[in-house]
């Protein structure tokens, strides 16, 4: 089995900043993707960003210029830098990543709060 820990969640203002971070752990896996989703009250989960084993990134529309996505293969981590948020920013964003164990399967975090208040 393969977990991820998210971190860094909490309560900003408009227009500020916070970071995620998400780390996996485990044995004898390899990962490709790594990625944030969100999941806002009474919307369906959707794709925030994601990056691959390369560092080829993918953003959501509504984040490009503002969110930038990195990773650490080393550590296994993968970091969501987020600025200028608004409070359409408010969800609950999940860490995943694509892993190879005995074969191929998306994992997830538990997830953290992100709320951002006007």
């Known amino acids: 089995q393969v977990q991820l820990v998210e971190s860094g969640g909490g309560l900003v203002q408009a227009g500020g900043s916070l970071r995620l971070s998400c780390t996996a752990s485990g044995s004898g896996f390899s990962i490709n993707n790594m990625g944030w989703y969100r999941q806002a009250p009474g919307k369906q989960r959707e794709l925030v960003a994601t990056?691959?084993?390369?560092?080829?990134?993918d953003y959501a529309d509504s984040v490009k210029g503002r969110f930038t996505i990195s990773r650490d293969n080393a550590k296994n981590t993968v970091y969501l830098q987020m600025n200028s948020l608004n409070p359409e920013d408010t969800a609950v964003y999940f860490c995943y990543c694509n892993a190879f164990k005995v074969g191929w399967a998306t994992y997830w975090g538990q997830g953290t709060q992100v709320t951002v208040s006007s």
């Open positions: 990056i691959n084993r390369g560092g080829s990134t």
